[in-house]
């Protein structure tokens, strides 16, 4: 029987979503990778266990996460929520829906009303679940009337199956038609869910990060670490116990030398502020005020007590900054 730790909300921050009253915590976990059927239960479970005696409580999903098959994540945290059920109301579960889930014309990838009205429950099934607290429309389709995607969000809220709803992987056109909508429908829109970190800025480049914080919406980033190279893993080498080293990622033919002595360069800065790289890498996200919370994804629990380990030092000198920036360009 898991009892949560009673220092939970000693440390970790919480920042306000946008103009919402949500309130995420400035690290979230995301079950994107070894939450499927494919991994030990028992390190899935103590790393949910780990988060949430961290002050964690902010937990993302989607309906095709998991491996071998799509669902299995949510199966497998409906498993550990079992033994949680006494803190249901001290978490916000999300789970979103958008790419290829199921055969036929309805669970491919798309936006419509069937797919997202009938994905979430089946989300809510596998969850064990009544509502989730975020449902997202997970990548935007160009083929599906935005008016028809707002309005099967706006429903779910309506329904009483989610909380908020979110948008992930829309530019900032693109969020700014769907904002539109939203705000005639009343739609508590308050989650902008892109990809984001020291090697990847094209939230900065596309100024949504910009829009978003001028329009109340907070964003969660995805991948803050860039699925791991911003971490102590590969400064020396590839290790087989990797997500790169074992394939798991498109990402892996950009680890080439130039990559792997930017890394160290940056790992020198991090170690001069008394932080690792990934705690760097974090709190450099977070440094960005549009930034409600970072989603990171994890293998074993020691990762994400080093990861949460970031709230200790989030603030940057000038100084480092424009160090950071010389690296980066
Ligand atoms: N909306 C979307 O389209 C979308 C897309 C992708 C992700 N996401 C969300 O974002 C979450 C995070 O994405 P991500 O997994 O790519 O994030 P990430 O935090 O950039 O990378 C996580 C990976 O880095 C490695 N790692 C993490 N901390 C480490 C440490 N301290 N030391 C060494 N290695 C460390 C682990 O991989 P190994 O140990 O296995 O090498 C871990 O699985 C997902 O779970 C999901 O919820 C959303």
Known sequence: MYIASEKRYEKMPYRRCGRSGLRLPAVSLGLWQNFGFKGVFANME??????????????????N????????????????????????????????????????????????????????????????????????????????????????????VRQGKALYVGVSNYGRGQTAEILKIFKELRTPFVLNQPSYSMLNRWVEGDGLDTFCLENGIGLAVFSPLYQGFLTNKYL????????????????????????????????????????????????????????????????????????????????FTEEEILKIEEILK
């Open 236 to 315: 020396n080498g590839v290790p087989q116990d990797s997500r790169v080293g074992r394939g798991e990622t498109w990402i892996g033919n950009q680890l080439d030398e130039k990559m792997v002595a930017r890394l160290n360069r940056l790992n020198d800065i991090a170690q001069s502020r008394g932080q690792t790289l990934s705690q760097m890498a974090l709190a450099w996200v977070l440094h960005n005020e549009a930034v409600a919370t970072v989603l990171i994804g994890a293998s074993r629990p020691e990762q994400i007590i080093e990861n949460v380990g970031c709230i200790e030092r989030l603030d």
């Open 46 to 63: 103590a790393m949910v266990h780990t988060a949430f005696d961290l002050g964690v409580t902010h937990f993302d999903l989607a309906n």
């Open 65 to 156: 996460y998991g491996n071998p098959y799509n669902g299995s994540a949510e199966e497998n945290f409906g498993r550990i929520l079992r033994d949680m059920r006494g803190y249901r109301d001290e978490m916000i579960i999300s789970t979103k829906a958008g790419y290829e889930m199921w055969p036929g014309s309805y669970g491919d990838r798309n936006g419509s009303r069937k797919y997202l009205t009938a994905s979430l429950d089946q989300s809510l099934k596998r969850l064990g679940l009544e509502y989730v607290d975020v449902y997202y429309h997970h990548i935007f389709d160009p083929n599906t009337p935005l008016e028809e995607t707002a309005l099967a969000l706006d429903n779910a």
